[in-house]
């Protein structure tokens, strides 16, 4: 199976940009999506926190963008 590592980062990183531009904490998302705020944590820096789809596409919607948003490289 490939490493998708940098893929899983990114991702985290685009998460973690569009949550401080709506003005959110990682508590406040994680309380939200009704997820631990160490998974939030966890998925942001890319850690061992892969989220599924659902919890993307929740993220997504909660953050009001795009879920494509989340994947694209800065």
């Known amino acids: 199976m490939a490493d998708h590592s940098a893929k899983y980062r990114q991702l985290g990183l685009n998460i973690a940009y569009y949550r401080n531009k709506n003005g959110l904490t990682q508590e406040e998302l994680a309380e ?32 009001n963008i795009d879920v494509i948003k989340l994947f694209e490289s800065r």
């Open 32 to 63: 939200k999506l009704d997820l631990s705020l160490s998974h939030i944590g966890k998925i942001e820096t890319a850690t061992g926190g892969k989220p599924s789809l659902e919890v993307v596409f929740s993220i997504a919607d909660l953050l």
